[in-house]
């Protein structure tokens, strides 16, 4: 089976700085990985994806992820935090199950953003 | 999300009480899928659908089932809510899990408190 190890639980950054959640997945084969945020009280939402493509995913909001094979890594990125960036994200690997595929998530990181 | 709502969006039982929570969606998508939400366990599947009787068991199935008599509705039922069932559910839809471009739509979660 697929899963998603998000390396920290809690990321502190001040505005304007940059931002980096990282996400190591484990895969038997090639995989599409997701990330997906959540702002307080709120639902999910998709901000990027990779699905085989391009190797650098552009995705909403400034965010951008690097799937990289030989890390088996998918760290996600943001040159320049905004204090709306404040919210839990979550990697996100797609695995086999009977009949199609699932979404498996990882734990989550709670981005914070200080002024 | 437009296509996809959850009922209800808010619910409170006693233990030892059945509950069934709903979701419909409008955009006749074959797969649907049941997931739960706790700090720190981010979200887990627990059921899912791919196609009117077709289900079977995710992650964390026990206490739970499900039923989709339509394709437009899938059930999540507790026999008998316990404390532990406390959570936050999500469905979420797919039309394809084949290709590069499939996606996953979330509902907006229904909180189920169980006392």
Redo the contacts between chains.
Sequence with gaps: AQSVTQLDSHVSVSEGTPVLLRCNYSSSYSPSLFWYVQHPNKGLQLLLKYTSAATLVKGINGFEAEFKKSETSFHLTKPSAHMSDAAEYFCVVSDRVKAGTALIFGKGTTLSVSS | ?AGITQSPRHKVTETGTPVTLRCHQTENH??M?W?RQDP??????IH?S??VK?T?K?EVSDGYSVSRSKTEDFLLTLESATSSQTSVY?C?I?ES?RG??Y??T????TRLTVV
């Design positions: 999300d074959r797969y899928y997931y720190g366990h981010g979200l887990r599947l899912y791919y196609g077709d079977d995710g999500f979420a797919s899990n590069t471009n996606g996953y979330f509902g907006s979660g």
